[in-house]
């Protein structure tokens, strides 16, 4: 029998697992570590942070599981996106990681987007310039730090960082890469006219590979400090997004991926890059070999249903945790009982603004057509739809764009309740179903090693053998009708109400200001 495992550098914290060549997990250990914000719209971490649980939990998955260490064919990262790590010729860490979540860099992306033309971003990054992308933050170093942007050698996202600690490799993947803003996502190689046109030295960055490809081998060190055989192949891997796809399954055409977690993902998977004209969709290079994905973000989704639970429902988690119960099934319960489209009630998502398909900081959330009528189970429902009418637009801007859409798989909080299943299915128009898999990324990364090691013919053999399909919803056409009526007036609030968001956005900082 042969085993895997898989290394996931999120936000929160490094999850590794081990599976065996079924995918069935042998072993599994999390390490948590802070985040930091020495100033407002920053977010840092300590690499090192990473470093140490990766550290810690490979010897915990490799005790645990007991398995001899040479049965472990391969490892594989999957890591945040985004996030800058700048080290020097002596292999050190220069500042803390600037992180995906960090916003300090409008006025760069403004830079990025006067200076390299909305027209060469549409043909090579594929991508607009936001806050959260990577280039941003290296033309912020060289700007703020120059002392630290002149000593700065490679320039490494999270995971490949990670891998450098492992093996002694500078060397980073295609997914992760396409992330950067700096990388032709056609050609999947570093953009050159791009590089050019923002000054940037290609020799800061590592070589690109797929995500298949063997980057290296355990180190002699690492082995002495994790019970790992030394010379252990090491993938590379992809980011946390491509990686969390093909631990779902998501490899072939016509499946997507709808994941509400604390945002809203919507993901699908294309035989060739496909690119929003307005640039309202991301499109990356997927960690199938040669093969691309196009996704939406809304950034509250199922933080708006844990943001009910928190602000209204105090009822509820009391009376849950008297029962010892989740508190969402009894809001689950409750919402059942209001009628499909929660008689003309409507939630817009927006507490944190929005992503796709709007771009905009300033949007606000609202409870729209509230009448004396509408009860607690219409405000639990409402919310649940008006999170699905969200994630909605970018599946309509993802079928615009000519992708098949066959099946839906559901992930994160809104797939374990049977109600959101049902109202994700009707406001969608088509099956959703949800699978046996629950561990993402780290999955994802477990399958890559498999494939680059030659456990697997292919990402697409692997995920057939492992990835099942444990429930399917079918849309009931009666509230198809029903949805599209109110899913229409969605859509109109948001132009409608966009003067009024940027006003009393204005107002507030006013005030703040003011005292």
């Keep these: 029998m042969s085993y895997l495992i898989g290394i996931d550098i999120g936000t929160t914290g490094t999850k590794t697992i081990l599976v065996d060549e079924n995918g069935h997990q042998q072993a599994s250990a999390l390490e948590e570590y802070p985040l930091h914000t020495p100033q407002p719209k920053w977010a840092e971490q300590d690499p090192e942070d990473w470093w ?115 093996t002694g490799e500078v060397a980073m993947e295609v997914s992760d890469a396409a992330g950067t803003l700096l990388f032709d996502v056609k050609e999947r190689a570093w953009s050159q006219p791009v590089l050019d046109l923002l000054g940037i030295d290609a020799d800061l960055l590592p070589q690109t590979y797929e995500s298949v490809d063997v980057c290296g081998q355990i180190s002699g060190e690492v082995a002495e400090l994790t019970g790992l055989q030394a010379g252990t192949p090491v993938v590379g891997g992809g980011a946390d997004n491509a990686c969390s796809a093909v631990g779902n399954g998501i490899v072939r055409e016509g499946r997507v991926s709808a994941s509400l977690g604390t945002s809203g993902v919507v993901l699908a998977h294309s035989d060739e890059v496909k690119v929003d004209p307005n640039l309202r969709l991301h499109s990356f290079c997927h960690s199938v070999p040669n093969k691309s994905y196009i996704m939406g973000v809304m950034l509250s989704a199922g933080g708006a249903y844990r943001w009910f639970r928190d602000t209204v429902a105090d009822r509820e988690v009391a009376e849950a945790r008297t029962a010892g119960v989740d508190p969402y099934e009894l809001l689950g319960q409750q919402a059942k009982t209001a009628p499909v489209g929660s008689e003309g009630l409507i939630f817009l998502p927006y507490l944190t603004g929005e992503r ?63 109600l959101w299943r049902q109202i994700q299915a009707d406001i969608y ?80 900082a006013q005030q703040s200001s003011d005292n």
């Design 429 to 508: 128009q088509a099956e959703v179903v949800t699978i046996n898999i629950a561990e993402g990324p780290a999955f994802g990364a477990a399958i890559l090693a498999g494939v680059g090691t030659g456990v697997y013919q292919s990402v697409e053999a692997a995920t057939d053998q492992m990835v099942e399909i444990t429930s399917s919803t079918q849309p009931i056409s009666e509230n198809v009708e029903i949805y599209n009526q109110y899913y229409q007036i969605y859509r109109d609030l948001y132009p409608a109400l966009k003067p009024q968001f940027d006003q009393v956005t204005q107002v507030v």
């Design 356 to 418: 796709t398909p709007h771009a905009d900081a300033n949007a606000r959330a609202n409870f729209f057509g509230l009448t004396l009528r509408h009860q607690r189970s219409h405000l639990i429902r409402s919310v649940m739809e008006g999170v699905t009418y969200g994630m909605r637009d970018s599946l309509e801007l993802i079928r615009d764009l000519g992708a098949t859409v066959t099946q839906i798989y559901t992930t994160g909080g809104g797939a374990r309740s049977p």
């Design 52 to 166: 140490q649980a990766t550290i810690k939990t490979l010897k915990t998955v490799v005790a645990e599981s007991g398995v001899d260490k040479t049965a472990i064919k391969g490892i594989g990262l999957s890591g945040q996106m985004h996030g800058l790590v700048a080290m020097d010729r002596k292999s050190q860490v220069l500042r803390p990681s600037i992180l995906w979540c960090d916003v300090r860099t409008t006025d760069q992306c403004h830079y990025i987007t006067e200076t390299v033309g909305r027209d060469l971003l549409l043909q090579s990054t594929c991508n607009p310039a936001l806050e959260g992308f990577t280039a941003p933050k290296v033309i912020w170093l060289r700007e703020h730090e120059p002392e630290i942007y002149q000593q700065t050698s490679t320039i490494f996202l999270p995971k490949d960082y990670v891998r450098f600690r492992l």
